[in-house]
């Protein structure tokens, strides 16, 4: 039934259609999960439209950082609304198995991790109970090491995440920096993620993979600059998130058209298609389908067999 909703959906250029197809979202940071129309809502302000274009990371993070401080300008609430957000997003877009990145910094809500976990385990059930979801303990590269791994331990003894990911600029630490917090995570049974090959190049996704022995990689694409390093990946069976509108709109792809989820594909690396970050980007999974079809990168068969790969 999902493959025929793809098919006419992709076909007939319907949104609406294609958000009633069941898929994943693997690569989702948890405060921009949602849609800027609803937190101009909540704001009752208008925000900047999102960009076409970031020609230089500073934008992309001087925009991200207006989103979060007018949200965050109302405390504990606006927290709230951005999982709460998040979740919303997730339903109405029939995602039924999302992995989505909680920040380990987000100590000074609800009264502490164990508060945090509750309350987001709470919208879970309340907003979006027929998505599995899978709480994942995101890692910025910026904070210290040290600090790092005292926050991970304390998250972690909830009980609570089924998931890790290093994310933020890959090439400020090297990966070899959080081998022991991985180790930790691992001996807790998380599923190990990173961000790795956005901005790096095809040999530091393997290098990061390597380092903390990951099962999947946040977009990875610079992979497909390397025959090596896709047969690689292939061989080990790692997954690549991929986000083609992110990867667009920071010059990491240069078009739809030339995304390199086109070569990863071809060469047996396991990709799926994910949000990243939906109200920065603007683009929900189904649109993200939707712009690969319309610009000829995949076949309504291609794009079935990496929305099952997702589900998986």
């Known amino acids: 039934m999902s493959f025929e909703l793809l098919k006419k959906g992709l076909e007939a250029n319907d949104i609406t259609i294609l958000k009633e197809v069941s898929k994943s979202d693997l690569h989702s940071h948890g405060v921009l999960g949602g849609k800027l129309e609803h937190l101009e809502v909540f704001l009752k302000k208008k925000m900047p439209k999102q960009p076409s274009f ?112 290093l994310y933020g600029d890959e090439l400020a630490k090297d990966a070899s920096e959080y081998v022991n917090l991985y180790k930790t995570a691992e001996r807790a049974g998380l599923k190990l993620k990173a961000h790795a090959g956005e901005y790096g190049n095809a040999e530091s996704v393997r290098y990061t993979v390597e380092k903390l022995n990951l099962e999947a990689v946040q977009h990875g694409i610079s992979a497909a600059d390397s025959l090596e390093v896709m047969r690689w990946l292939s061989e080990r069976g790692t997954v690549l998130n991929v986000c083609p509108t992110s990867n667009v709109k920071l010059g990491r792809a240069a078009s739809y058209k030339e995304h390199q989820a086109r070569k990863l594909f071809d060469n047996g690396v396991k990709i799926t298609i994910n949000s990243d970050d939906l109200m920065i980007f603007g683009a929900t999974v189904s649109d993200e389908y939707l712009n690969l079809y319309k610009n000829g990168l995949f076949t309504v068969q291609e794009l079935d067999v990496i929305r099952k790969q997702g589900l998986k």
């Open 54 to 165: 970031f020609p230089v990371f500073d934008d992309f993070e001087n925009y991200l950082g207006s989103i979060l401080n007018e949200s965050f300008s109302k405390g504990e609430s606006g927290f709230d609304f951005l999982f709460a957000s998040a979740f919303v997003a997730a339903a109405n877009d029939n995602v039924k198995k999302l992995e989505m990145s909680i920040d380990c910094g987000f100590t000074r809500f609800h009264g502490g991790v164990k508060g945090v976990a509750a309350f987001i385990d709470e919208l879970h059930k309340n907003i979006a109970p027929d998505t599995e979801f899978i709480p994942e303990l995101g890692i910025p590269r910026g904070i210290d090491v040290a600090e790092a791994e005292k926050l991970a331990d304390e998250w972690l003894s909830t009980g609570y995440f089924k998931a890790v990911d």
